[in-house]
Nanobody
């Protein structure tokens, strides 16, 4: 069973909007944080935004005021609403979840990545 399934990526014009979704499988429980990271060509993977089980959010300075992260605990789903994207937001976006799939310990789970391309 794929632990995380992302959707919503694609091509968007600068100034438009796009929403990414990530569903965590039912095998993942005790989720602490959910978040989004991104990796542009030739660059390291970087944090975009995270949200805790208590709905505390954290954003990279580059996306503050433009992107909004939210989660639906009942659906084990995290969203990233991207408003007014810029060409420099072009990257592969990865979903990340800190939780458990066994009683042993917490683990970081990663999605397969979804491409977001912002045209100028």
């Amino acid at each position: 069973q794929v632990p995380l399934v992302e959707s919503g990526g694609g091509l968007v014009q600068a100034g438009g909007s796009l929403r990414l979704s990530c569903v965590a499988s039912e095998s993942i429980y005790s989720i602490v944080t959910m978040g989004w990271y991104r990796q542009a060509p030739g660059k390291q993977r970087e944090l975009v935004a995270t949200i805790t089980s208590g709905d505390t959010t954290n954003y990279a300075d580059a996306v503050k005021g433009r992107f909004t992260i939210s989660r639906d605990n009942a659906k084990n789903t995290v969203y990233l609403q991207m408003n007014s994207p810029k060409p420099e937001d072009t990257a592969v976006y990865y979903c990340n979840v800190l939780g458990k799939d066994s009683p042993a310990s917490f683990k970081n789970f990663w999605g397969q990545g979804t491409q977001v391309t912002v045209s100028s």
